[in-house]
T-cell receptor
Framework: KAGVTQTPRYLIKTRGQQVTLSCSPI?????VSWYQQTPGQGLQFLFE???????NKGNFPGRFSGRQFSNSRSEMNVSTLELGDSALYLC???????????FGQGTRLTVV | GENVEQHPSTLSVQEGDSAVIKCTYS??????FPWYKQELGKGPQLIID?????GEKKDQRIAVTLNKTAKHFSLHITETQPEDSAVYFC???????????FGGGTRLMVKP
């Protein structure tokens, strides 16, 4: 059974650019959550999607957005990148009736 | 919102010794408490979890205890091995928010 797949694994972007990250959940999982991991702030919740609807959003600026498609795949977008957006972005998926969250390997974003 | 504190931030033990990591949470509505292990370059891996209607759970060398009254839960690893070296995160889940709130992490080093 394939795990959570995130692409790309690594990205280098310039300040002011925008970026799109992709997450394919485990087959059958319909909830997808995104987290930002940095050495200073740890793991912080960005947003959660279920059946193409955003159910919850963390305390991040509007530059961070996401969406979920009918096949449960999800994307997150960060516009007008800042140096402080450099982080490991993690995606997790869960079954509809379960709380066990399984993480992908993450996308390492570096903003220069 | 929920706040999870985790101690210690670093823990060094000799191979074969036990390791204990403690977490406290603030929201009494939280009802699910997973523990994750993160190795270098990888996403967090779920290693054990406990729900609010259970006081203790064991899985081979790993155990988790939960004290709902005191709002704290702990991870116990017995007979530690060098491959247990990693960063461990505790988390609390709240149904209302559909999100995990993570502790700051504990870097466990097991010396051979």
């Amino acid at each position: 059974k394939a795990g959570v797949t995130q692409t790309p694994r690594y990205l280098i972007k310039t300040r002011g650019q925008q970026v799109t990250l992709s997450c394919s959940p485990i087959s059958g999982h319909r909830s997808v959550s995104w987290y930002q991991q940095t050495p200073g702030q740890g793991l912080q919740f960005l947003f959660e999607y279920f059946s193409e609807t955003q159910r919850n959003k963390g305390n991040f600026p509007g530059r961070f957005s996401g969406r979920q498609f009918s096949n449960s795949r999800s994307e997150m977008n960060v516009s007008t990148l800042e140096l402080g957006d450099s982080a490991l972005y993690l995606c997790a998926s869960t079954l509809p009736s379960n709380t066990e969250a399984f993480f992908g390997q993450g996308t390492r974003l570096t903003v220069v | 919102g929920e706040n999870v504190e985790q101690h210690p931030s670093t823990l060094s033990v000799q191979e074969g010794d036990s390791a204990v990591i403690k977490c406290t949470y603030s929201d009494s509505a939280s009802n699910y408490f997973p523990w994750y292990k993160q190795e270098l370059g990888k996403g967090p891996q779920l290693i054990i979890d406990i729900r609010s209607n259970v006081g203790e759970k064991k899985d081979q060398r790993i155990a988790v205890t939960l004290n709902k009254t005191a709002k704290h839960f702990s991870l116990h690893i017995t007979e530690t091995q060098p491959e247990d070296s990693a960063v461990y995160f505790c988390a609390a889940y709240n149904n209302a928010g559909n999100m995990l709130t993570f502790g700051g992490g504990t870097r466990l080093m097991v010396k051979p």
